[in-house]
T-cell receptor
């Protein structure tokens, strides 16, 4: 069965500093990887995804993520954090076929950007 | 315009009651989902429909019954509500069944059973 690990429940970073939210995955075959963000009392907003091609994927709000096949990782990054980036971030994976096509989420990482 | 909309956003009800959550998407997608987010923020798929046909039915109590009158709507009916049903329920949709297509989520429905 596929799975996603987000090893940090909480990440704190100062405004203006670079941020990284870590994600590793396990799936049979080639992965399709996604990042979503959830603001308080709101739904999940799509940030970016990796399907194939360039390992560095750029998404909404200045976020980017790097796919690393050998380390089975898909870390989310932003060069300069904003206070408004404070939210709950979810990494998710899908496989190619069958039940693996279900979107499987990690447990989430709460990002707090301190002014 | 909201792409995936759910009603109601907040619902407080007593144990034993029956309630429904409605979902509509205006993206022209043909696949829709219900996800449950528990108190620890963990997200898990409940159901998936493609062109009104059930394609995923996870281990969910049969008190939960989804209904898709057309491919733009997927409603969730819950019978005999229990305290443990308290959660946030997210509706979502995507184009087709391809894994690389993005799943778009609604704003969520906060269900509290007292």
């Amino acid at each position: 069965a596929q799975s996603v690990a987000q090893p940090e429940d909480q990440v704190n970073v100062a405004e203006g500093n670079p941020l990284t939210v870590k994600c590793t995955y396990s799936v049979s075959g080639n992965p399709y990887l996604f990042w979503y963000v959830q603001y308080p009392n709101r739904g999940l907003q799509f940030l970016l995804k990796y399907i194939t091609g360039d390992n560095l994927v750029k998404g909404s709000y200045g976020f980017e993520a790097e796919f690393n096949k050998s380390q089975t990782s898909f870390h989310l990054k932003k060069p300069s954090a904003l206070v408004s980036d404070s939210a709950l971030y979810f990494c998710a994976v899908r496989g190619l076929s069958g039940s693996a096509r279900q979107l499987t989420f990690g447990s989430g990482t709460q990002l707090t950007v301190l002014p | 315009d909201t792409a995936v909309s759910q009603t109601p956003k907040y619902l407080v009800t007593q144990m034993g009651n029956d309630k429904s959550i409605k979902c509509e998407q205006n993206l022209g997608h043909d696949t829709m989902y219900w996800y449950k987010q528990d108190s620890k923020k963990f997200l898990k798929i409940m159901f998936s429909y493609n062109n009104k046909e059930l394609i995923i039915n996870e281990t969910v109590p049969n008190r939960f019954s989804p209904k898709s009158p057309d491919k733009a709507h997927l409603n969730l009916h819950i019978n005999s509500l229990e305290l443990g049903d308290s959660a946030v329920y997210f509706c979502a949709s995507q184009e087709g069944l391809i894994s690389g297509n993005t799943i778009y989520f609604g704003e969520g429905s906060w269900l509290t059973v007292v």
